[in-house]
């Protein structure tokens, strides 16, 4: 017959080993979740020419590539051209895809003159989609966009005004405008605009995409990638894509540096 002391020594000895199974249990799940879960950063883009040119979220997943991150950045875009995010509100397409699907960030982005020309407006339909964007545990990041390049004087207006809602819902900024403004006053005679004076060219949307990399991954985008590709063309070989760009060793360090001040500068005044 078993003493006292040796029953409490067993029990014991049960416990610890049901600890155990459950932890290794829970271990064992960890290591099966899907590799989407586990090694990614998912991001909605929410807007409209702006995002949608160059394929802004695809050169910021090459980015991320080039850095090797171990999380990769997985992206998704709902965009109309000219659309603001009242248009995306009352259509509705962006608000199931939010709810559909599991994103850390959501990116909103408003017609280009919206914030200069009514920015009550801008204002109200920003706060109705951060409310669901905080509903389903994401977070909202505002692409500050940039002037019309004869515009320069509105550059201002625009980041104030984005600054202001972002401070009043507690939101992330990709300070994508205050970025070209400041790299052009370096001087580097490099043309960020299409030839309508209102689009990026390539090197704008590599520049933006600076912005987005360092704001989601919170990394240094100096030393990545200065070669710019047409996405529509990408393949597994890199041979096989189309470059559009590629920026000169000291041009591109120049930006990538000038992001990275910018971007953390403008994060501890965001929230």
Not at 21 to 26: G, H, I, P, S
Not at 84 to 96: F, I, M, P, V
Not at 159 to 184: H, N, R
């Amino acid at each position: 017959m078993m003493s006292k002391a040796n029953i409490v020594y067993v029990c014991l000895f049960l416990l610890m080993m049901i600890a155990l199974f459950q932890m290794l249990r829970r271990q064992t799940q960890a290591n099966y979740l899907p590799v989407t879960e586990q090694q990614a950063i998912r991001v909605l883009f929410i807007g409209n020419s702006y995002t949608y040119f160059n394929d802004l979220p695809w050169l910021t997943q090459q980015l991320a590539a080039s850095a090797k991150e171990p999380k990769t950045l997985e992206t998704e875009m709902v965009v109309v051209g000219g659309a603001t995010l009242q248009n995306h509100w009352k259509r509705g397409e962006a608000l199931r895809l939010l709810k559909a699907k599991r994103w850390d960030y959501v990116v909103l982005q408003e017609q280009s003159t919206l914030p200069i020309t009514n920015p009550k407006e801008m204002y109200k339909y920003a706060s109705l989609f951060d409310a669901e964007i905080k509903r389903v545990n994401s977070q909202t990041v505002f692409y500050l966009t940039w002037a019309k390049q004869n515009q320069p004087e509105t550059q201002q207006i625009l980041t104030d005004a984005y600054m202001s809602i972002a401070q009043e819902l507690k939101a992330k900024v990709a300070p994508v405008g205050i970025a070209w403004q400041k790299i052009q006053e370096a001087n580097l005679k490099l043309n960020f605009y299409n030839s309508d004076k209102s689009h990026p060219s390539p090197i704008g949307s590599y520049v933006a995409a600076c912005v987005f990399y360092t704001t989601f991954y919170h990394n240094s985008p100096v030393g990545l990638t200065r070669r710019i590709y047409n996405s529509d063309s990408s393949t597994p070989q890199e041979n096989n894509r189309i470059e559009l760009e590629s920026l000169s060793e000291t041009n591109a360090e120049i930006i990538q540096q000038l992001v990275e001040h910018i971007v953390r500068k403008n994060s501890e005044v965001s929230i």
